[in-house]
């Protein structure tokens, strides 16, 4: 199996990707649909959610949930179930934000950003582990869960974003730890850190600071959704199937420089 179209393929996978609806979510989901993959997606907002289904096509459905809540997790997850009596790869990309100086930073900053960016992650998955786990996959091609980090947890970002900041840090070894306990289950966990992509999350630094940050990138750009579908692909296929635990810095060489 060595064909790049057989190696990298991802038709007739069933994907989960959460904040599916928008942004890097979005360039996710596209992806995948694209490539013959079954994909449901999910996001608070249904409205939103039910209308990129639609456009995306019949292989793509809207379960529109809030993840920030455990009878949310909950209530998805069984929906998933309902539908699919398998997931191969599942996407914990839903995450938020908060930005605030040390002194004024409030709990709800803190709460939602965690409750989101780490504990839905962790929730979720465990929630779905019956889906995705394999038997005798180790060695073949395992399920994958792939944990939407940030560059932001790898090194001290310019804006104070204490919760993100530790949110990001905290999933990337998170997955470090879930790739070693679920890899016999034929589960192999992942990251990916992305840097600046243009999203509803980032368009107040793109306004900001959108040219001091084309200005630290090695690669003076942003980055597109070819280069978010590159990897997403790349690490729901066979061609990545040794990797276990390890993050994909996608980022144009940002985080050299900063
Ligand atoms: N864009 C970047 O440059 C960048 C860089 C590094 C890392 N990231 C990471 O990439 C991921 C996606 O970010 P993005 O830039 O695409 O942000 P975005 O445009 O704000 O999209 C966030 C997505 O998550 C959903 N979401 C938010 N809260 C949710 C909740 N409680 N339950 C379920 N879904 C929820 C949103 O839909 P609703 O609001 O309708 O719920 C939306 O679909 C995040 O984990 C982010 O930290 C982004």
Redo the contacts with the bound molecule.
């Keep these: 199996m060595m064909r790049i179209d057989e190696l990298f393929s991802v038709a007739g996978k069933r994907v989960v990707v959460?904040?599916?609806?928008?942004?890097?979510?979005e360039m996710i989901a596209r992806a995948y649909v694209e490539n013959g993959a079954e994909v449901i997606i999910?996001?608070?907002?249904a409205a939103?959610?039910d209308a990129l289904a639609a456009a995306l096509g019949p292989r793509c459905v809207s379960i529109p949930?809030?993840?920030?809540k455990m009878a949310e997790i909950e209530r998805f997850a069984g929906e998933v179930a309902a539908r699919w009596d398998r997931v191969d790869v599942l996407f914990n990309?839903?995450?938020?934000?908060w930005g605030a100086s040390i002194e004024d930073f409030p709990e709800t900053g803190w709460d939602k950003v965690m409750d989101?960016?780490v504990k839905s992650v962790f929730f979720l998955t465990q929630k779905l582990l019956q889906l995705l786990k394999r038997e005798n996959a180790v060695g073949g091609d395992m399920s994958r869960v792939i944990n939407?980090g940030?560059?932001?947890g790898q090194r001290v970002s310019a804006l104070e974003t204490y919760s993100y900041a530790a949110s990001?840090a905290g999933v990337l070894h998170m997955t470090r730890m879930m790739a070693k306990n679920l890899a016999t289950d034929g589960i192999a966990v992942n990251a990916i850190a992305?840097?600046?992509?243009p999203?509803?999350?980032?368009a107040g630094v793109a306004e900001m600071v959108g040219d001091e940050i084309i200005e630290a990138t090695p690669l003076k750009r942003w980055g597109t959704p070819e280069d978010m579908a590159g990897v997403a692909l790349f690490l729901g296929s066979r061609a990545s199937a040794f990797l276990c635990g390890s993050t994909v810095t996608v980022d144009g060489g940002y985080k050299t420089t900063v």
């Design positions: 959460t904040g599916g609806s928008r942004g890097i979510g999910t996001a608070r907002n939103v959610c949930a809030d993840l920030s990309n839903a995450g938020a934000s989101l960016n939407i940030s560059i932001d990001k992305p840097g600046y992509f999203s509803k999350m980032t």
